[in-house]
């Protein structure tokens, strides 16, 4: 099996579950930045089974990404328990750690609202790209959603490096007009 085909499967198979795998992770953890933790673990897990093994065997995606996230919450919570019974008090601390725990503490975390309104706000986004310009929408989903490289997408789509870069940018700043951002 090909690494495009892997990328393709693993890209459709994201698409489809991502809701619901998030909504299962986040009504098992505590905090949002563990549930992004346990979410990417999740999809990096599935992403290495798949290149390893195949995915022809997998008959529900949804199902099988579920599993790995029962799995995932359950190593996160036994982990964060461990961590917790090592430490009984703050007296344990030295000054460095007790400072870096601080810090972490008074971290301001996103309402989950924000959360919720950046996720909507992003899909309107998108959805909007992909339909003016099916390659402007590649464009868009290969450099937010894959995260590659202008380079490697002009590569990809066989396109020079200055055009890639103009309309992925004169997109941005239309859709930062449309959106009020």
């Known amino acids: 099996m090909d690494k495009n085909e892997i990328d393709l499967y693993f890209n459709n198979s994201y698409a489809q579950t991502f809701t619901t795998v998030s909504r299962f992770?986040?009504?098992?953890?505590?905090?949002?930045q563990d549930?992004?933790?346990?979410?990417?673990?999740?999809?990096?897990?599935?992403?290495?089974?798949?290149s390893e093994k195949g995915y022809e065997d997998i008959e529900s995606v949804e199902a099988f990404l579920i599993n790995i996230a029962?799995?995932?919450?359950r190593s996160f919570l036994s982990g964060f328990i461990k961590r917790r019974e090592r430490v009984k008090n703050m007296s344990d601390f030295?000054?460095?750690?007790?400072?870096?725990?601080?810090a972490e503490l008074s971290r301001d975390e996103p309402l989950f609202d924000e959360v919720i309104h950046n996720k909507i706000l992003a899909k309107q986004i998108f959805d909007d790209v992909m339909q003016k310009d099916e390659t402007v929408g590649r464009i868009f989903y290969l450099y937010f959603v894959c995260d590659m490289k202008l380079e490697e997408i002009a590569e990809t789509m066989d396109m020079k490096l200055s055009t890639v870069k103009t309309k992925l940018y004169r997109t941005i700043e239309r859709q930062k007009k449309k959106f009020n951002l």
């Not at 992770?25 to 949002?32: D, E, G, Q």
């Not at 992004?36 to 992403?47: G, L, S, T, V």
């Not at 029962?70 to 919450?73: A, G, I, S, T």
Request: aromatic share 14%.
């Open 94 to 102: 030295s000054e460095e750690e007790s400072a870096a725990l601080e």
């Open 70 to 73: 029962k799995f995932e919450c």
């Open 25 to 32: 992770v986040l009504s098992h953890a505590s905090r949002f």
């Open 35 to 50: 549930a992004e933790d346990i979410i990417q673990n999740i999809y990096a897990r599935f992403y290495k089974r798949i």
